[in-house]
């Protein structure tokens, strides 16, 4: 600090201001009162400003000079100095007494050790010379890059150390030469070379070097990796199969051309979105990448896109070295085509065996049970005895009654139908026997055959045989013992050849029980007692009933609609109280109001559906807690069955999917049969 500066008072004209400035050789000085009090500070900014307006140079500075100047305590910081703007001096006060100033000059050799620290803690390396080519700074880090002592090096010419370096051709050059390559001791650096000015001289000039002869290694490792990537990118691309990438949890990342060409999918749909959301959005029936991420071993399985398309995927867990799974690659193949062919052969080999037993078209066969109806129908028809079918309502009685005459001695002649059911009791006297001309009002001049008449050397079909009046069953045994029958109103016997083919879906002993059917007409009729077994009991056979149904009803629409695998699933697990026919009013439905051509959701609610569907038997006498556990044990069943994905069962039942997880391995639920 300077104790005694040189100071002006506020009286003072600018002309003595620039003569004790030439005088003192200063460019500020503070301004003070007699006491001592620092007032303000007048610098040659000032001066310069009155001059170029043409001031007077008798004005007195106290109109010019910056009334609060900066200031610095004996107590500040030294570092205060910078808040002295353009100041070659700043004030020292003791409250607003002057006891000196600091000029900036004064203070650079205290910056020097400071700069000094911080170059010789850099990690780069620093070389600098001054303008006689001498080295005057070389940092530890230089030391060990360019192996040489400091105390060997500073104030040693530059040449003689580094003959083949450029930095002394900064001096003579006065340009920056930016990340210059060169090679020293076999290794490689880059060099950042800048002069040093001063007031617009060059002075010296700095070096700032980098080793980066590992960074060649890693550039060069790089370059033949992405090499490699291009060429495994070319091999991916030049595949005729699909690939599929998705990372470990199930975000898509990747898919090859050929994988957009066989599934028709637009990838900005895709990329960047995780499987179980594209599964959700109906974008896929399931997915092979979320399944492998699970199970983490290679999976096979077919896929339904809302395309349209039907693809063969199989997802390969890929692992890091730590084991963890890292992608899930699938390849993709289209399957389509192969399907619709398999369809086709598997629909004419169907139709072939059907011609070969004569059975209708409708009828399907892929069940043991209907296998063994089928061999008995088929065994019936060598003999003439009369059957009686039984089955609830909707398993195709009809359609059994159809098939036993087809494949009948009697097939050459017809099969008359009747629903005993269908026609009032006065009516169906008639309509089985006939009656003669004025039997009754409004008879026919000439008579009328019945059913049995027009049946003759063929097969009359009773339906509901259970709803026959008790007033009509005499008559219908008298028929079917004698072999003969009398019209309505006539006295004489007409001889018949007819095969009785029955059928009811009530319980025929316990009316016979109950009086209501005769004894002996039920031994006549159950000569040969045919069960066709309801769908519940036959539930292999839904899927095909199903493509059946839809074949059906894209040969009646021209359209080529499909229906979604967990669908047939759910199709599957359900009870079909109305059997066959409620199961083809059901899709029918479906297909009718269901947009798009994947038949995703069907309708299964009624208003006993859920009772039915998984019922609770539990026993009379049991103990609370078992009877949660049995109740609990049921929802997650029927969840899981319903909705097929434990995520999903989660949400429908409001627990975590771990509890769901947690729950189905305490009651020994397997979950793998329901993913």
Avoid at 653 to 672: D, E, F, H, M, N
């Amino acid at each position: 600090m300077t104790i005694n500066p040189s100071v002006l008072n506020p009286e003072a004209t600018l002309q003595d201001a620039a003569r004790i400035f030439i005088e003192k050789e200063v460019t500020s000085a503070p301004v003070v009162d007699k006491d001592y009090n620092l007032l303000g500070m007048f610098d040659k900014t000032q001066l310069f400003h009155a001059a170029a307006y043409g001031d007077d140079l008798k004005n007195q500075i106290k109109d010019y000079m910056i009334k609060t100047p900066p200031t610095v305590t004996p107590q500040d910081d030294i570092k205060i100095m910078q808040k002295a703007g353009g100041f070659s001096q700043i004030p020292v006060v003791d409250g607003q007494k002057l006891i000196g100033t600091i000029f900036r000059k004064h203070l650079v050799g205290l910056y020097y050790d400071e700069l000094m620290t911080v170059i010789d803690s850099t990690y780069n390396a620093i070389i600098s010379i001054d303008s006689d080519e001498n080295v005057n700074i070389f940092n530890p880090a230089a030391e060990k890059l360019l192996g040489k002592k400091r105390s060997e090096v500073v104030g040693a010419p530059f040449s003689s150390l580094f003959p083949s370096g450029r930095l002394q051709k900064i001096i003579q050059s006065g340009k920056v030469e930016p990340t210059q390559k060169f090679v020293f001791n076999d290794r490689h650096f880059i060099s950042n070379r800048t002069p040093i000015l001063v007031d617009g001289k060059v002075v010296g000039a700095v070096a700032i070097l980098q080793d980066v002869s590992d960074f060649d290694a890693i550039i060069e490792e790089l370059q033949t990796t992405l090499e490699i990537k291009e060429e495994l990118d070319a091999i991916i691309e030049s595949s005729f199969d699909g690939i599929f990438v998705t990372d470990d949890t199930g975000k898509v990342i990747h898919a090859n051309e050929a994988y957009k060409r066989i599934t028709g999918i637009n990838m900005e749909d895709v990329l960047g979105k995780k499987m179980d959301e594209l599964v959700e959005a109906g974008v896929y029936d399931k997915s092979v990448s979320m399944l492998v991420r699970d199970r983490l071993e290679p999976i096979t399985l077919t896929q339904e896109i809302s395309t349209g398309k039907t693809v063969l995927v199989t997802g390969n867990p890929i692992f890091d070295k730590q084991g963890n799974l890292f992608r899930v690659v699938t390849n993709v193949r289209d399957i389509t085509e192969l399907n619709t062919l398999k369809k086709e052969v598997q629909h004419l080999h169907f139709q072939e065996k059907l011609k070969k037993a004569q059975l209708c078209e409708n009828y399907i066969v892929r069940s043991s049970k209907s296998r063994e109806l089928l061999d008995l129908i088929i065994r019936l028809g060598q003999v003439d005895s009369t059957v009686l079918i039984y089955g609830e309502s909707g398993v195709g009685k009809e359609m059994v009654a159809n098939i036993l005459h087809n494949n009948s001695i009697r097939k050459d002649k017809p099969i008359v139908h009747i629903n005993c059911g269908a026609i009032p009791a006065a009516l169906l006297e008639s309509e089985l026997f006939g009656y003669e001309a004025g039997a009754f009002t409004g008879a026919q001049k000439h008579g009328k055959a019945g059913l049995f008449q027009i049946a003759d050397k063929g097969a009359l079909f009773l339906d509901e045989i259970g709803e026959l009046p008790f007033s009509l069953q005499v008559k219908l045994l008298r028929a079917i013992q004698e072999s003969e029958i009398t019209r309505v109103g006539g006295v004489k016997p007409i001889k018949i050849d007819v095969r009785i083919i029955a059928a009811t879906n009530r319980n025929l002993q316990d009316m016979v029980a109950n009086g209501t059917f005769r004894k002996d007409l039920f031994y006549r009729l159950n000569v040969v007692p045919v069960n066709v077994p309801p769908l519940r009991e036959r539930r292999e056979e839904i899927p095909a009933l199903v493509y059946h149904v839809i074949k059906k009803l894209n040969d009646r629409y021209g359209l080529n609609k499909t229906v979604y695998e967990k669908v047939v699933d759910q199709l599957i697990n359900y009870d079909w109280p109305g059997n066959i026919r409620e199961l083809e009013n059901i899709i029918e439905r479906a297909y009718v109001t269901v947009p798009g051509n994947i038949i995703k959701d069907v309708n299964l609610e009624s208003s006993d559906t859920q009772q039915k569907e998984f019922p609770l038997k539990l026993p009379d006498e049991l103990k609370l807690k078992k009877a949660v556990e049995e109740f609990e044990k049921m929802l997650i069943l029927n969840s899981l069955k319903r909705y097929g994905s434990t995520r999903k069962a989660a949400v429908v039942l409001g627990v975590s999917q771990p509890t769901v997880c947690r729950k189905a391995a305490r009651y020994g639920i397997r979950l793998a049969d329901y993913e």
